[in-house]
């Protein structure tokens, strides 16, 4: 993913041991990652228990937001793939007790949104 995907803010797929690193504080024990995708600074994390979103503030980005949301809380989600001409996909995940769903983009070549599928569609029908 280039500087200018992530300006858009198309997500591509992050390095296992980094998210490790920088989540090591908040995953429990017996909370494994799974999947990573960062969107310039910000990012999201599938784990074996949970979906956490990250989100990095201020000029250095060391102030941190975690927001945490359950499997079982996640109503509906759905997936848009990239066209001939559309040069992303999207993610859109509707979230119990917030009205509007929290939207993600996925540039053409960066990463497979299928596979984001796959990984929430594992957690979510169970």
Do not use: C
């Not at 494994?32 to 956490?52: M, P, Q, S």
């Not at 979230?95 to 929290?102: D, L």
């Amino acid at each position: 993913m280039g500087f200018l995907d992530g300006l858009i803010g198309n997500a591509s797929e992050m390095e296992g041991d980094k998210l490790e690193e920088e989540l090591e504080e908040i995953l429990v024990n017996g909370e494994n990652i799974e999947n990573g995708y960062n969107i310039l600074r910000d990012y999201f994390v599938f784990t074996n228990k949970r979906l956490i979103l990250v989100d990095k503030q201020g000029v250095t980005g060391n102030k941190k937001e975690y927001h945490s949301i359950p499997y079982k809380n996640i109503r509906h989600f759905s997936i848009e793939s990239a066209g001939a001409f559309d040069r992303d996909s999207e993610l859109k995940l509707w979230i119990a007790g917030i009205a509007n769903p929290i939207e993600k983009k996925f540039g053409k070549k960066s990463s497979n949104i299928f596979e984001v599928q796959q990984a929430l569609a594992k957690h979510i029908l169970k």
